[in-house]
């Protein structure tokens, strides 16, 4: 770490502390004997997602987190619920060292974890992720639905 006081290329860790994402560390220079704090944090490899038409954009997690309290309105889901669908996503693309994923395997991914939640907010997530034109639809999402939920019980 280069010294931000004498421009030397050396210099030992004095402390080392955990602070939300990242790790403090308090430094002294070998040659000038000064202190100065640097901060290190992970450097998450960069999540593409492909949408629908082809395009690419990058993954942006508060736009994912968005598009879930908006299928959740006025419904019994906490914050917490919604952040912990968000981080699972961001997460398994991270542990599978995706760097690109579809827009369609996200959707899939919190249909799955909203349906476990609140059935509403399901259904409302889903009409949006699949684009639904027409009452057949929305009848077809909640047979399907139901009929895995039969199918669970019976398990």
Same mark, same amino acid.
């Given at each position: 770490?280069?010294?931000?006081?004498?421009?030397?290329? *050396?210099?030992?860790?004095?402390?080392?502390?955990?602070?939300?994402?990242?790790? $403090?560390? $308090? $430094? /002294?220079?070998?040659?000038?004997?000064?202190?100065?704090?640097?901060?290190? %944090? !992970?450097? %998450?490899?960069?999540?593409?997602?492909?949408? $629908?038409?082809? *395009?690419?954009?990058?993954?942006? #997690?508060? =736009?994912?987190? =968005? &598009?879930?309290?908006?299928?959740? =309105?006025?419904?019994?889901?906490?914050?917490?619920? !919604?952040? &912990?669908? %968000? *981080?699972? !996503?961001?997460?398994?693309? +991270?542990?599978?060292? #995706?760097?690109?994923?579809?827009? #369609?395997?996200?959707?899939?991914?919190?249909? *799955?974890?909203?349906? &476990?939640?609140?059935?509403?907010?399901?259904?409302?997530? %889903?009409? !949006?992720? /699949?684009?639904?034109?027409?009452? +057949?639809?929305?009848? +077809?999402?909640?047979?399907?639905?139901?009929? #895995?939920?039969?199918?669970?019980? /019976?398990?």
């Amino acid at each position: 770490m280069k010294c931000p006081f004498c421009g030397y290329y *050396d210099s030992k860790v004095i402390d080392s502390r955990p602070t939300e994402d990242k790790i $403090r560390r $308090r $430094r /002294e220079c070998i040659q000038c004997g000064s202190r100065f704090t640097t901060y290190e %944090a !992970v450097e %998450a490899p960069l999540l593409m997602v492909e949408k $629908r038409s082809g *395009d690419f954009e990058q993954f942006d #997690k508060s =736009k994912l987190i =968005k &598009g879930i309290y908006t299928a959740i =309105k006025k419904r019994p889901v906490t914050r917490e619920q !919604v952040e &912990g669908i %968000a *981080d699972y !996503v961001e997460n398994y693309c +991270a542990d599978h060292l #995706k760097t690109v994923v579809r827009s #369609k395997e996200i959707g899939e991914m919190v249909l *799955d974890r909203l349906r &476990g939640i609140d059935p509403i907010s399901y259904i409302r997530f %889903a009409s !949006v992720y /699949e684009d639904f034109t027409d009452t +057949a639809s929305f009848v +077809a999402i909640i047979s399907d639905m139901e009929n #895995k939920d039969h199918t669970e019980e /019976e398990t």
